[in-house]
């Protein structure tokens, strides 16, 4: 999730359990081959197999329009040891639109058979190319087209967000589409959309008939969400894990973000996920409020009780 789930993020969250794999930020891709530095800041587990600390997969998300750009930008991605390419057509943001990027690209089926072909084609055939798109643009009369365009083109998963671009993120995620373009089509569908806690999840799954989801928000804002729908899966059921039980995660992300993240950054980043988890843990609405107005990253340090080696030698 592009400016959210950074690799500190999917590091943190892939090590509470229950994800399979995750998926980069989009990486733009225009008139050009990327350098690999492009690739390596979105992308950083590319240095490290590709995989989370917990060994979770990390896939590459591409956006773009051009067939043949975003092909070369694919081989590329691939060929530094992406496990599989993932084509993004569901951006609502008005800039990637403009631009040709993203959710636009659902009111041509055509092009979008064509840049999966061409991808498809430009990547080695071990190596997965899948798709993630919105229902369509402004209605979701062309959702069946779409889907049948992507993976008539090559897509071997496809990831659907219930609704439309005009929607936005607006609930609710119509899942009764997730079931007819999985019945339309012949490769796996995962849903995705307004899934936020177990009840969530199992609504979705009588609605889509979808076996397979895919977690947003609902993860960021309670991250032991994937571990408690795997545990559902297997007829099991663990206990909602406790703000005390969680804090040393949240500590652990600080802590990372101290490390590779400017320090005018880093207190943004931690603001923006304890903005999420207020959703769930009144703790965070505590501690969120105690930190909007702080930038400074010695004193959250202390708001946190991080003992860090920069604060020992401050204090001399
Ligand atoms: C801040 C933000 C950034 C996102 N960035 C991406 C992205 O880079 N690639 C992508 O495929 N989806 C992106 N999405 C969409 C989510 O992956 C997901 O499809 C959407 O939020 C609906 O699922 P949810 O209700 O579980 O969050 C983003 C969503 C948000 C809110």
Request: with cysteine; proline share 6%.
């Amino acid at each position: 999730m592009e400016g959210l789930v950074d690799e500190i993020l999917r590091d943190v969250l892939t090590r509470m359990g229950g994800v399979d794999w995750c998926v980069t930020e989009f990486i733009r891709v225009s008139d050009r081959l990327l350098p690999q530095s492009s690739f390596r800041k979105l992308a950083p587990e590319l240095r490290s197999g590709a995989v989370t600390r917990a060994g979770t997969p990390v896939r590459v998300q591409l956006l773009g329009s051009d067939p043949v750009c975003l092909a070369d930008n694919a081989a590329y991605a691939s060929s530094l040891g992406a496990p599989a390419i993932d084509l993004n057509f569901g951006c609502p943001a008005k800039t990637v639109n403009k631009s040709r990027g993203g959710a636009i690209l659902l009111k041509e089926p055509e092009l979008l058979h064509a840049i999966l072909c061409e991808v498809r084609r430009a990547v080695p055939a071990h190596i997965p190319v899948t798709a993630k798109m919105r229902l369509g643009f402004d209605s979701p009369d062309s959702a069946i087209d779409c889907a049948r365009a992507l993976v008539d083109g090559g897509a071997e998963q496809l990831v659907v967000h219930a609704r439309t671009k005009v929607e936005g993120y607006k609930p609710p995620a119509h899942w009764e589409w997730i079931a007819r373009v999985q019945e339309a089509v012949s490769v796996p569908v995962y849903a995705n959309g307004d899934i936020w806690s177990l009840a969530d999840w199992r609504r979705c799954r009588e609605v889509s008939g979808a076996e397979n989801i895919m977690l947003g928000r609902g993860l960021v804002s309670r991250p032991d969400l994937a571990r408690q729908i795997a545990a559902a899966k297997q007829g099991l059921s663990i206990p909602d894990m406790s703000w005390a039980g969680f804090q040393p995660t949240l500590v652990d992300f600080w802590q990372q973000a101290r490390g590779k993240i400017a320090p005018r950054y880093a207190p943004g980043r931690l603001k923006q996920w304890l903005a999420l988890l207020t959703r769930n843990y009144p703790e965070a609405v505590v501690l969120f409020s105690a930190l909007r107005r702080e930038n400074d990253c010695a004193r959250i340090d202390a708001m946190l009780g991080v003992d860090t080696g920069i604060q020992t030698a401050a204090l001399g």
